[in-house]
């Protein structure tokens, strides 16, 4: 058990290098240095045990040596700095900040290591419900939820009765879309990367449909097999080839939701979209978005998501791995597609 | 004089055959049938003498072989018969339908020739205001007119200070969108293909900077001496290579308002967009958009309008060609750029 003020060992994940392509697990590394378990004099940081960490493809966005965007506020990783989170869970151990005592759970931006000196608290989180498994404020209750929130709701808003299309449907944000879609009556299809994956929606996650992308030399034709009547709201999660498919299938004044495009981050070229110009034919309605946009609507997703978690309405599947040094490894499979739901490294369970 | 009941010769562009690429002036060819000035027995149909008759891009669209598109309501021309025109002013001769009678002038579809039998009248507006030039009822008054408004007032909505970009911007659309976006207060800077247009923005449409686009050879680079602060909203008419250069100078939060794409119409293979990936880091928000969703607000865009004309608030540049035989040419030239402003052809005067 270790106490306020003691200096301790501090296993870390080391960010080593801007990467070009796809992340490997070599460009993190492992290593373990020290750290004095005391907020310093005057400091309204936080420091924190950290225990669940979250593995986002967004991550993969921060390890590249991208400039002319700080605009954004966006924090880009630093070659032989810690690997920081978006976002983990953590436990407050000292505080020099008014809103956190010793003994809070949080969630928000931590450091992927055992122990982490919060200095920018802006995205840290009071957890305030702990009868739901912490793990889960790394994705249903944390980012992923917020941003399946603000997509589908504030976003695509589909109605009842409409068509909607889900891709990566079995990720950390995909899978709940999907049971938004169908709490809310739509008619919805989810495509994954695996025939197990295409199991977990069409029997756990209750899609109506759901097809294995991978399977399908002609994703045009697979669109229009599974939306005869085409699509009215799309979660881009993909783009690419899938975008070029999912245009040509879209109705008249379709939205499409647009928070990721995995298959395009590691590529040194991005695939061109061609068809766009079918957004001027239908009328259609493209935005970006990001779950920070919308953080003043937590409580109101809160009040949403925890009923339905509790009457086990809304299920989350998490792909949990044990321990930091499994990190890189989960991180760069989701790359791949080998995770199965949200990815999620325990660090420490309490 | 003609009158109502006689027989009388009528001139006729005829569309020859489906386009492939780009459209040429051998696509079309004129010929002179006759037609009998009356609206045959029982039928809600008007017959009308063309006056004035609009160029518009999107007539190309309905020149290719196209299918898949029904659903939306667009009409595509059929091989061997005359062209029609989005939009055209007329003369009422005789008419079969309540809210038309001879001597009324109306602008709707109508076709590329001195007299149509029009049978599908529902795109036919009476003309309340004839004080005004009857061949702005072909723009200003018109498709552009109102494609511009709902642009500009329902779509982008640049607020006052804002940042506003405009492709094409001495076109039919162009040049009343940066006119609008000055009367709002906006910073508006438009590009064309000419020194002579990139005058015509400064000095007559009172736009605060404008460019030769075909000058410059880094798109990228041009943008960014407009727009050191990036671009808030911008009009989309061009496509291509413009709307990847927009897209690395948008802001975070920025809007397109997309109505045309007159650089990818003729290809046979359009240009792949790469870095759509922006709208997700910025969130940008891209609309397509048409006039004919917005109808409704013809009144309320007339009661805008009508005053800045009278007071010359706003002005519109026409480039009127006498003649039914200077119409190919006249449409043709579109696509290479060669109209200065608004393209009109000139059938009658009355």
Redesign the interface.
């Known amino acids: 058990m270790v106490r306020v003020g003691d200096e301790v060992s501090n296993k870390q994940v080391i960010f080593r290098d801007y990467v070009i392509g796809s992340p490997k697990e070599s460009d993190m590394y492992l290593t373990t240095g020290t750290i004095k378990l005391k907020v310093p004099e005057n400091s309204n940081a936080v420091l924190v045990k950290n225990l669940y960490l979250s593995c986002d493809p967004v991550m993969h966005f921060f390890m590249r040596k991208t400039t002319g ?1 700080s ?2 506020g966006y924090i880009f990783y630093t070659p032989g700095s810690v690997t920081s989170s978006r976002y983990g869970v953590s436990k407050v151990l000292d505080s020099g900040h008014p809103e956190f005592k010793a003994g809070d759970l949080v969630w928000g931006i931590t450091g992927w290591e055992e122990y982490t000196l919060i200095t920018k608290t802006e995205t840290l989180i009071k957890i305030q419900h702990t009868d739901i498994p912490l793990s889960y404020y790394t994705g249903i209750l944390g980012m992923a939820g917020m941003t399946a929130y603000a997509g589908f709701y504030e976003v695509g808003a589909p109605k009842k009765g409409e068509y909607v299309y889900v891709s990566a449907a079995s990720g950390a944000v995909g899978q709940l879309i999907g049971q938004f879609a169908k709490l809310e009556g739509c008619y919805v299809v989810g495509s994954a990367g695996s025939k197990e994956k295409v199991d977990l929606l069409k029997n756990r996650l209750g899609f109506d449909e759901a097809f294995n992308y991978k399977e399908e030399h002609d994703l045009n034709a697979a669109l229009k097999r599974y939306f005869p009547e085409s699509i009215d709201v799309y979660f881009e999660h993909v ?1 690419g080839k899938m ?1 070029e498919a999912v245009l040509l299938n879209m109705r ?1 004044h379709g939205r499409i939701a ?4 995995i298959s ?1 981050y590691n590529l040194d ?9 079918q ?12 779950h920070r ?1 919308y953080y003043h609507l937590y409580p109101k997703f809160l009040d949403l998501v925890l009923p339905y978690i509790r009457e086990k309405k809304l299920v989350y599947v998490e792909d949990i791995v044990e321990g930091l040094e499994s990190g890189p490894a989960a991180l760069v499979g989701l790359f791949s597609g080998r995770n199965f739901g949200k990815q999620v490294v325990v660090v420490a369970r309490e």
């Not at 647009?258 to 495009?261: F, P, T």
């Open positions: 965007l605009k954004s783009g975008l008249h647009m928070c990721g495009m395009q070229e991005p695939e061109g979209i061609k068809n766009l110009i957004v001027l034919y239908k009328w259609i309605h493209i935005k970006g978005y990001t946009n």
